[in-house]
């Protein structure tokens, strides 16, 4: 227990981060894809870019923390944790995930003869998932009948947080190399 207390005082400022990082980018994703959702091109285009910019504020966020700590580790300080990117992100994502299990199990009540009461908690479950990974819409209106779609679309944030880290850690920039000296 005072494992996860430790862990939660330690990075709880950059597990909200994300979190405020993953609303504002939800909100932006409704806003550009709502109005482009006539034009195929369009909605995927913004939908690439909806992901693309939270993607971006991900990757900035973990690669600073990687690069924080990577003084600490060189140092002695602190033990170096390879997976520590991807543990964050669990944490992070830990009610999306739980929200897609949700869909997932409901998804096989709605096709018996279901209460009025489940379709509606199934129905309410889903469009609380789509607001909250609405930079996924086209993705997502593609794969209706997938209800496994929304526990994928976790994966793409799992691997840019574990990368970033990483990256940040061991000193690597992806995004933005330091000019060679001549």
């Known amino acids: 227990m005072n494992k996860i207390k430790e862990f939660f005082r ?10 405020i990082n993953h609303i504002a980018m939800s ?3 409704l806003m550009v ?3 482009t959702a006539k034009s195929p091109v369009l909605f995927w285009g913004a939908s690439i870019l909806a ?17 924080k700590e ?17 543990k964050i992100s669990l944490v992070t994502n830990s009610l999306f995930i739980l929200i897609s299990i949700l869909i997932f199990i409901l998804s096989f009540f ?6 009025g009461l489940n379709s509606f908690m199934y129905v309410l479950v889903w469009i609380m998932e789509l607001f909250v990974e ?22 793409p944030e799992l ?12 000193g690597k920039k992806c995004l933005f190399p330091d000019k060679k000296k001549k």
């Open 10 to 19: 330690a990075y709880g400022g950059v597990i909200g981060k994300i979190i």
């Open 27 to 29: 909100i932006f994703g």
């Open 33 to 35: 894809c709502f109005p």
């Open 51 to 67: 992901i693309g910019m939270y993607m971006f504020l991900l990757y900035m966020i973990m690669w600073e923390l990687g690069a």
């Open 70 to 86: 990577s003084v600490e580790v060189e140092y002695g300080r602190m033990k170096r944790d390879n997976f520590k990117g991807l």
């Open 110 to 115: 709605e096709t018996s003869e279901a209460s």
């Open 134 to 155: 609405s930079m996924y819409l086209p993705i997502v209106a593609s794969c209706s009948n997938f209800t496994l779609i929304f526990l994928l679309l976790i994966i």
């Open 159 to 170: 691997v840019c947080c574990a990368l970033s880290y990483w990256a940040g850690v061991s």
